[in-house]
């Protein structure tokens, strides 16, 4: 008979089983056979089996590749940008709207709208708006006078058009959880400040958003590890293009894999995406954690006083 202590013990581990065994087959395993897959000559139609072992050519190959440089740029221009813009507007729009405004809640369900729209649908919506024909844009800019802009046919234009397409969907993400940590702010200090006769600004600026700044870092955090793996709208945008002035790494991943057949190679493209993610990640889990002891610290400093 197993002893009770033992069975209370061994109680977390059994309820955890099944997730872990799900990790480890769906998450695990195509993580482990894409890295080996990186270091083999492997392309579409041969069987892995029949595939000769290259060592670590196909990363020398990737490195000494201009366009991964040129992929590699572009990825960091688009999520840096996507990241600031949204950081801005999403922080931007939840303190126009944390006040009780008639309408609001309208208000609120409109904003939130394109984040609940597939990425292949806000693709189409904004390639047929940026059309040069018969787009609403530029129909828009001649109507004011203006001349028409070669949106997704110029390599001056197409980066910036699929960043604002990003900041239309994701820019409601940004302000729901802004508009959360501005709800949950103590009041006490608001009050406080208000009090101490400090202006709208300044109870921005020193209270706000020093206290909204753990929900910030993280969300922000997110939405860079969100960017960096991006494919659908871009895909269908511009699939890259011109030239190579928006493909992202996750885009030229693809475009190695199924469009050159080169599977091995793709496999070391995913693994170089896959490490730039996980330090984005890592630099989360340390901020969370240093963030975590220095509020036990000030917990514990409270209490002894």
Known sequence: MIP????????PYLFLAPAGIILIVALLYPVGYLSVASFFDWRMGKPFADSTFAGFGNYLWILQDPSFRESFMVTVVFASSVVVLEMLLGLGLALMLERPIRGMSVFRTIFILPMMIAP???????RYMYNPQFGIINKTLKDWGFKSIPWLSSPKWALPSVIIADIWQWTPFIFILSLAALQSLPKSSLEAARIDGASEWQQIIYIKLPLMMP???VAGLLRMIDAFK?????????????????????????????????????AALSNILLALVMMITLIMFIYTKVRDARLARARAAEENY
């Open 4 to 11: 009770s202590n033992t069975m209370n013990r061994a109680t």
């Open 120 to 126: 292949i649908v806000v693709g189409l919506i904004w």
């Open 215 to 217: 929900v910030l870092v």
């Open 230 to 266: 991006v494919l659908e709208v871009i895909f269908i945008m511009t699939n890259g293009g011109p030239g190579l002035s928006t493909e992202i790494l996750s885009l030229q991943i693809y475009k190695t894999a199924f469009v050159s057949w080169e599977l091995g190679r793709a």
